[in-house]
């Protein structure tokens, strides 16, 4: 996560308009089926890789958690986060996720949206994770769908009969994947499902439970513009437990 | 699996002419990563689900199976089984694997080759399947990947550039999917990778391992028309464990 996007004044203000950023987790359609997959949080050590704006960590505060640790690589991230988000029991705290160091066996509840596909060594990030977590402490976690992030042109066609595609290319090639986004060139890491649920089972953990998201018959009642969602998985959702 | 394809004598015709019928597993380029998850088969009792023309079931019986148990819905692949990979270990049986009972703990390995994808109430099997196996035991097995069985258009389609892509759409869509295939019409079912894998947590299992197949750069050396494979995932691979 060198040369963050997130610390571009340009950049960071574009994703500072989007409904996630506006409207915290209500405006992630993937956070209810993402909040399905928590354990009770009231009482918990909390950490969040990748924290953005701070929403979750708030939220988790103020379900109870005890001690809520959010972490980032982007100043700017972290200093909206303490703006928008304080709490007496959150910290925010500046961690490079490729590198950070966590004390062992200390947070029940390892927690990261959308950030673990900006990470290049997952299998060692992981690994420290679990360490970090005491006997029994869960991960949950989302990030982009392969599906998503394979195409090296991303887009959707259109068929002669009007329906709507996403042409996959280059899915089984690990590796970067630069994409324009928001004025701004993103890279991130296009990763198999498997290499992701993969590098969860050897850091130790026993996966309990994994999704590609799609959002409900409510979302898109709500709002239409979901339905396009159904032709392609576009997050992957994992909760797995540090089993001793 | 009722009206099995598999048991009309011009779509058996057909996929006797493939390579993975006519040179057995080593006709079937994901066998050497199928191999891989596979315990020791040596003393083990066997279950092959979808056996089809037995090769797998000869295999186990070679490496020392103690006994190997090949079941099918299709009686035109039990008599070729028969025909062409008799051995005094294995058993060839006729079973519908939507109903088949199992004796309780008395396998070692459950294995299943590419016909998964037929079964409709995927869960209940693999419950059954748990239930058949002793403690400790293995389940191995591969399926369609949903990105190959997901299109409504299935087809590569060519970029301006000449690159190849594989349009997906009703990935989130599960159910039934028709296509033609050797002259028939073969229905498969669509199932997210998401939901076959909390499948076989449901059903009991840990899972050890999750796979989705690429040719290796010798494969691909070897048969450069497999290169095309590395542009979308055709096969999933899983391992798993009854851990009690």
């Given at each position: 996560m060198t040369g963050n996007p997130y610390d571009d004044p340009s950049f960071f203000a574009g994703y500072a308009t989007l409904p996630r950023s506006v409207h915290?987790?209500?405006?992630?359609?993937e956070w209810p089926s993402l909040r399905a997959l928590?354990?009770?949080?009231?009482g918990l050590d909390v950490l969040d890789l990748g924290?953005?704006?701070?929403w979750f960590c708030r939220h988790a505060a103020g379900e109870g958690a005890r001690r809520v640790l959010g972490l980032d690589s982007s100043r700017l991230m972290l200093a909206r986060a303490q703006e928008a988000n304080a709490h007496p029991a959150v910290a925010y705290a500046h961690a490079d996720l490729e590198a950070a160091e966590f004390p062992p066996a200390s947070f029940d509840l390892a927690w990261s949206s959308l950030a673990l596909h900006y990470v290049e060594r997952l299998e060692a990030l992981l690994a420290r994770v679990h360490a970090a977590l005491r006997p029994g402490g869960a991960l949950v976690f989302s990030v982009e769908h392969p599906v998503y992030s394979a195409?090296?042109?991303?887009g959707w066609t259109k068929a002669a009969d009007g329906g709507l595609s996403w042409p996959v290319d280059r899915y089984m090639v690990e590796g970067p994947r630069v994409v324009e986004w928001l004025g701004g060139r993103v890279a991130k890491r296009h990763r198999l499902a498997s290499t992701t649920i993969n590098a969860v089972l050897r850091a130790g953990f026993a996966l309990s439970h994994v999704e590609e998201w799609r959002p409900s018959d409510a979302q898109i009642a709500a709002k239409p513009s979901l339905a396009v969602e159904l032709e392609r998985p576009m997050f992957l959702l994992l909760a797995a437990r540090r089993a001793s």
């Open positions: 915290g987790l209500d405006g992630a359609p928590l354990p009770p949080l009231a924290c953005g704006h701070g195409p090296s042109r991303p």
